[in-house]
């Protein structure tokens, strides 16, 4: 096993970023010819997927998302007051993490020969929810 962390510096609060030649560059580097890569956001407001990076349907994704968890709605995690220890600088964030949740922050895909066994139009997108930011991605071959 071998892992490996890269980071993306996102540019808004929400954006979608391919990591996919990333992780295929930590692949090479490597001697196994074939296994699985496992990554993981180390954030809980960003999220993993395998979807199509096409820019319209990254529209529609953003609609979505904010639909079914639109920021201040009365979240208890945006009671700032009411919580300990927390930074001046807090975000209310709450839906950032609600919508971190409908879409996981973990993906596995298998490879072969160094490239990962994905779809013609697939890729692996770190989605940010709460930008910008530097964000970190744990890549784990197995």
């Known amino acids: 096993m071998f892992t490996e962390m890269i980071s993306i510096q996102t540019s808004s609060s929400f ?3 391919s ?5 295929e560059s930590i692949i090479e580097c490597g001697t196994q010819l074939e296994g699985v890569v496992c990554a993981s956001a180390m954030h809980t407001t960003t999220a993993l997927i395998v979807n199509e990076m096409e820019e319209r349907l990254i529209l529609d994704l953003e609609k979505w998302l904010k ?6 709605q009365g979240y208890k995690h945006d009671d700032l007051h009411l919580r300990d220890n927390i930074p ?3 975000p ?3 839906h950032s993490h ?7 922050n973990d993906v596995s895909v298998p490879f072969k020969d160094g490239k990962l066994q994905l779809g013609q139009y697939q890729d692996v997108i770190l989605v940010e929810l709460d930008g910008p930011r530097e964000r970190k991605v ?3 071959i197995q």
Request: net charge negative.
């Open 138 to 140: 744990v890549i784990s």
């Open 98 to 104: 609600m919508q971190a949740l409908l879409l996981g």
């Open 15 to 17: 954006s979608c970023h």
């Open 88 to 90: 001046e600088d807090e």
């Open 19 to 23: 990591i996919t030649n990333q992780i």
């Open 67 to 72: 639909e079914l968890a639109p920021p201040l």
């Open 92 to 94: 209310k964030n709450a």
